[in-house]
C-alpha cells in the first residue's frame, strides 16, 4: 500500500521536516583573545583584547559543513580472493562562512584564534595545547526547544581565513570563509534539552 502526503500530514510528530537554518557552531575556551599581530611591547594594553569571541563566532557563522569522516582500506589477497579491512579514519576538513561584523569584529575574533596557532608576525608557532579547541555543531528544531543533533568536534583550529575581494561595483555584506581541522568529531545523542548559554 502507498502512502501519499497525508500520512505523512497526519503523523507530524514523525514527519516533520528538520531544516538547513536550525543550527548554531560553537567554540568553546576562547572568551577573550589577544588580536592577532602584537608583538609583546603592545600586548597588554586595554584595546589588545578582543572579548565575547566565542559568542561573537557563534552569532556570526552563516554556514557549516556537517563533519564526515572515511575510512581506509586495507585489502589482503590470497589466491584468486581479495578481502576488505577497515583501515584508520579520515576526517575532512570542516569549511565555514561567517558574516563580518564590524562592530563585533567578526574577523578579528578569526584571525585571533589562528594566531594562537602561528603568529605571522614573530614566526612563532605554539603548542598544541594553546590552540586546539573543542567545538560543537548543534541542530536544533524549528522552534528551537529541542537539540535534534549534536557533534563533539574535538583538536578543532584555524588553518584558513580568507574574505570576499573589495569590488566597487558590489554592494554585498562581506563575508568571511574559514578553514577548520580537527583531529575527530562523533555524533552525541539526539532529543537534549536546550540549556541556557
Known amino acids: ?55 561573537t563566532i557563534r552569532l556570526s557563522v552563516v554556514s557549516s559543513s556537517v563533519p564526515h569522516f572515511s575510512l581506509g582500506k586495507i585489502e589482503v589477497k590470497r589466491g584468486n580472493d581479495t578481502i576488505k579491512f577497515a583501515g584508520t579514519p579520515t576526517f575532512s576538513d570542516l569549511p565555514l562562512v561567517l558574516n563580518d561584523y564590524m562592530g563585533a569584529k567578526t574577523k578579528d575574533a578569526l584571525l585571533a584564534w589562528q594566531a594562537l596557532a602561528y603568529n605571522v608576525r614573530n614566526g612563532y608557532i605554539n603548542k598544541a595545547t594553546v590552540y586546539k579547541k573543542d567545538c560543537r555543531l548543534l541542530e536544533y528544531s524549528p522552534d528551537y526547544q529541542e537539540v535534534l543533533r549534536e557533534w563533539v568536534i574535538e583538536g578543532a583550529w584555524v588553518q584558513e581565513v580568507s574574505e570576499d575581494p573589495f569590488s566597487n561595483e558590489n554592494e554585498g555584506k562581506r563575508t568571511v570563509n574559514v578553514t577548520v581541522v580537527y583531529d575527530r568529531a562523533y555524533p552525541t545523542d539526539a532529543n537534549i534539552v536546550k540549556e541556557d548559554e
Do not use: C
Not at 588580536?35 to 578582543?50: M, R, T, W
Open 1 to 55: 500500500m502507498k502512502h501519499s502526503a497525508w500520512h505523512l500530514a497526519d503523523n507530524p510528530k514523525l514527519y516533520e521536516p528538520a531544516r538547513n537554518n536550525n543550527f548554531e557552531f560553537v567554540v568553546t575556551g576562547i572568551d577573550t583573545l589577544l588580536k592577532a599581530g602584537l608583538d609583546d611591547a603592545v600586548a597588554h594594553s586595554a584595546n589588545s583584547f578582543i572579548k565575547n569571541a566565542q559568542e
